[in-house]
């Protein structure tokens, strides 16, 4: 069944109330998406993945806490959400990454026991009954900007959503538009014809 009303680019990203674990290890029974990123306060970043104590998964949820301080420099939130109850997040924390846990990570994670965050934005496995690995970056005003899903046996590019960030954050600063391959600090476009060729002149053997 197609759902016309899940999550989009340029659409307001959907609210949600459930139990969380926060970076404290306190489970907070309401998180609630929009109050915790305050229109106007902060970007987002929103994952999904299937499963907790399974293989692919920690490495991405160590991967994302390994990097927070470059995503907090960018002002953006992280939150992870998967169908597991948050005594089973807390247990997880609770294991060593030697031991195949995550260890005290430092963003929440979300309890989505009923599947109805999943199905709002879209990236539910219909025959596992899990969560793809759904990635949505959001802007200061709760606009979804960016949405990737990766399938269940391939691992996220965690340094991709910071290099997305950086761009969106360009863009919005200088109004201009990030080629292919763009990074922080390179060359990028103004969004016109003589812009195309300025850019393709001094950067198009690199592209």
């Known amino acids: 069944m197609i759902n016309n ?8 990203a959907h609210n949600f109330t459930s139990d969380a674990v926060m970076p404290s290890g306190k489970i907070e029974k309401k998180f609630n998406l929009h109050d915790f990123l305050g229109k106007n306060d902060s970007y987002g970043l929103i994952f999904f993945y299937p499963l907790d104590f399974t ?6 949820l160590i991967s994302f806490d390994k990097r927070i301080n470059d995503f907090e420099a960018l002002n953006c939130k992280i939150i992870g959400v998967s169908i597991d109850s948050v005594f089973v997040h807390s247990k997880w924390r609770e294991t060593s990454i030697q031991d195949g846990g995550i260890g005290e990570i430092k963003y929440p994670l979300i309890s989505d026991l009923n599947h109805k965050i999943m199905q709002k934005y879209g990236v539910v496995n219909e025959d596992a009954s899990v969560a793809y690995r759904g990635t949505f970056i959001i802007d200061k005003n709760l606009i979804i900007r960016h949405i990737s ?17 950086n761009a969106l954050q360009h863009a919005e600063k200088y109004g201009e538009v990030c080629p292919a391959n763009w990074n922080k600090g390179d060359d990028a476009m103004t969004p016109t014809d003589e812009g195309l060729k300025h850019y393709c002149k001094s950067n198009g053997d690199n592209l």
């Open 55 to 60: 293989f692919v998964c920690p490495t991405e």
């Open 149 to 165: 899903i990766n399938d269940l046996n391939i691992g996220r590019n965690v340094d991709e959503y910071l290099r997305i960030l």
């Open 5 to 12: 009303d899940i999550a989009k680019i340029g659409a307001i």
